[in-house]
């Protein structure tokens, strides 16, 4: 028991990635009612877009961050106008088999783009260890609370502040009552793609560091993105951050305490645990106010 | 029309000299991972295997007849790995065949070539391939030229017995490679005098092993084993320096790879592991007799095909062209007979080759001994060869 401080901030790291991961997946169903399987693609390609800034054209971080969000949130929003728009469906098997196949294109296109190879990064700001409460932990642990709850709030804000975040939930809400009341559907949907696109990027930017990079990076994360969404009942934001940290500090507790062996099936357990006993997850409540 | 006529009358007369002259080729088949997650060791292995390939037609084939290779694609898939291997054996109709590439692909095929009787050299980590008794089944006719598992932990062990390191803990992916390689570490750690004192396993998928460490750590070991291949193993040494263990890291011989460093970085310093020749072959002695094969490859390989400009040399580059050479020159002697060339690979006594001088028996399917070995430590971002 006496690296549990260490077990937890490793836990709360991964956790903070899953969070933003099932964020975005949150972002896509409350506009669409579907499931984004090219999620995970966007992690990717945040990861791979900042590996083509910093180290093939050597552009500084603080200009390399925000061009590889924008570039992935526009990959984002153009899947919504060239996949699902043109698809004119309300169907969600039909949506999401969309999304499935777009996010073998994608991969298939970061494999000729990028290769097949295994990437690093260096991380944003030293690899000097700080000691904190008997946990050592990395800067870019830090930069990893730090941005994700950044963002986290800034998402909050936009929600229930601006007209379009409340356009949104309108729309997640009701989609036929808030077209009578004069919001562009289409242009939430389309955003909600963008917004994804963006929380994607993030992630994938600020993991890339500590995981190591290549064209699939996304897949596994995305996974686990998924599980934390569902575990904070699909759909709802709140629930989306408490899933992804408490899924990270499952897994890492689990190994460290019980068996790394068994980490998986530990976590995983305790999510269908939940899901037995709360079908809609730990703070889903039904089909309004998710955002 | 005059025009027509003449070239028509060249064309015959291209085609009937071709003809003449034309020697049946040899069909060898090659199937390696060129897409899916193991594509970034299939596709270098494949580019080896047609530079190996095009070597030995321009110095006069088999017996003056060319190899012709007919190229399969896994795409990473033990079932797409069955179906190439079928297409192999009963329309392409090859004399032998090269790969795969991968354990689970390697046992995938295994029972297919065995029935049909097939010689097949397979370029794969795992030992199972070429071990028999029970659900293994038979190794009459599959090979394999990387080193066995238990080879490079017999070479660990015995460099942890020398340098007095006692304690070890291990670190183990729970994937097939890594349970392989768990099983040996365990068996031969008595034989060397050690004791494994704590022992915690990993998904090579995980993004963060701080966890597994810490608990390695509170044992107080004086080494730590890690066994994993691919992005886990440089992940583990970045967690190492993060936790600030002062245990020294030893990596499995499947990491010797610039990758491992590029990925690492600053915490690749200082692990040491068992690699090939290949990774510190300039630091050779010249009186050993690999070094100049090792030249002629690591030539071809980086200045004629420039295979290195996407793939770099690791410590497996080597393996594709050991397997089409012992293929090759046992078909020089031997013919393309399945049986005769079964038997003529086996007999292969002293090949020197990139991976180590091989000597097969009819039991020893690979022909490998800790002696084609070496222990290399990473030193600023080289390989340093250990004695």
Excluded at chain 1, 19 to 31: Q, R, T
Excluded at chain 2, 18 to 38: E, Q, T
Excluded at chain 2, 112 to 124: K, S
Aim: proline share 5%; glycine share 10%; charged share 15%.
């Amino acid at each position: 028991m006496d690296h549990l401080a260490q077990f937890i901030v490793a836990g709360l790291t991964t956790g903070s990635i899953y969070a933003l991961i099932a964020l975005g997946f949150c972002v896509i169903h409350n506009a669409t009612g579907i499931v984004n399987f090219a999620q995970g693609d966007f992690i990717s390609l945040g990861g791979l877009v900042i590996f083509t800034l910093l180290m093939g054209l050597k552009v500084p971080l603080i200009i390399a961050f925000p061009i590889s969000v924008i570039a992935v949130t526009i990959v984002g929003a153009l899947l919504e106008r060239v996949a699902i728009r043109p698809a004119r469906s309300r169907s969600i098997v039909i949506l999401v088999f969309i999304t499935i196949g777009a996010s073998i294109f994608m991969r298939g296109v970061f494999k000729i783009l990028w290769g097949k190879n295994q990437m690093g990064l260096p991380p944003f700001s030293g690899e000097t260890p700080i000691n904190f409460a008997g946990a050592t932990l990395m800067p870019q642990n830090l930069w990893i609370f730090g941005i994700t709850l950044i963002s986290v709030i800034g998402l909050h804000f936009f929600f229930s502040r601006t007209r379009l975040g409340k356009a949104m939930r309108a729309t997640a809400c009701n989609p036929r009552a808030a077209s009578l009341m004069g919001v562009n559907v289409n242009s939430m949907v389309l955003l909600s793609f963008a917004l994804s696109g963006a929380l994607g990027a993030i992630a994938g930017i600020i993991i890339v560091p500590i995981t190591t990079l290549s064209f699939d990076i996304g897949v596994m994360l995305g996974l686990k993105g998924f599980a934390a969404a569902v575990l904070g009942g699909y759909g709802n934001s709140l629930g989306a951050v408490l899933g992804g940290l408490l899924l990270g500090v499952l897994e890492s507790v689990g190994a460290g305490v019980i068996s790394s062996t068994y980490k998986d099936v530990i976590a995983f357990g305790i999510l269908l645990l939940v899901l037995f006993i709360k079908p809609s997850g730990l703070l889903g409540r039904g089909d309004t106010e998710r955002l | 029309m005059k025009k027509i006529e003449v070239l028509v009358g060249i064309l015959i007369c291209i085609l009937f000299l071709g003809n003449a002259h034309a020697v049946d080729p040899i069909k060898i088949g090659a199937i390696f991972s060129l897409s899916g997650p193991a594509a970034a060791i299939g596709t270098p292995t494949k580019l080896v295997t047609q530079m190996v390939v095009e070597k030995i037609n321009k110095e006069g084939g088999i017996n003056g007849r060319p190899i012709e290779l007919v190229l399969g694609d896994t795409e990473s898939d033990p079932t797409k790995a069955i179906m190439v291997v079928k297409k192999f054996i009963n329309v392409d109709k090859v004399a032998a065949i090269i790969g795969p590439d991968r354990t689970d692909l390697g046992m995938a095929v295994k029972k297919l070539v065995e029935d049909a009787g097939v010689p097949t050299f397979m370029t794969v980590g795992g030992d199972p391939v070429i071990m028999g008794g029970g659900p293994l089944g038979t190794y009459k006719w599959v090979f394999k030229s990387p080193q066995r598992s238990s080879v490079a932990v017999e070479k660990l062990y015995d460099h942890l017995q020398k340098a007095n390191l006692k304690k070890v803990a291990l670190m183990t992916a729970a994937d097939g490679f890594g349970k392989d390689g768990k099983g040996w570490l365990e068996k031969f750690a008595p034989k060397y005098g050690l004791t494994i004192v704590a022992n915690e396993s990993f998904n090579p998928k995980d993004t963060d092993m701080t966890a597994q460490l810490s608990k390695l750590s509170s044992a107080n070991p004086d080494a730590i084993v890690c066994w994993t291949i691919g992005p886990a193993a440089a992940i583990v040494a970045k967690n190492v320096k993060q936790l600030g263990l002062k245990e020294p890291l030893f990596q499995c011989h499947g990491i010797p790879d610039p990758n491992y460093v590029e990925l690492a970085g600053a915490s690749a310093e200082g692990s040491v592991m068992p690699s090939t020749k290949l990774m510190a072959w300039e630091q050779l002695p010249d009186s050993d007799p690999q070094k100049k094969v090792i030249k002629d490859f690591v030539h071809l390989y980086n200045d004629v095909q420039k295979i290195n400009k996407e793939f770099p040399i690791n410590t497996h580059s080597g393996y594709a062209w050991d397997a089409i050479y012992v293929v090759a020159d046992a078909m020089k002697k031997s013919g393309v007979e399945p049986e005769k060339l079964r038997d003529a690979i086996e007999q292969t006594k002293g090949y020197v080759g990139i991976s180590g001088i091989y000597n097969l028996t009819p039991e020893d399917h690979n022909g490998l001994g800790t002696d084609s070995m070496i222990m290399v430590r990473v030193k600023d971002g080289k390989w340093e060869l250990l004695q």
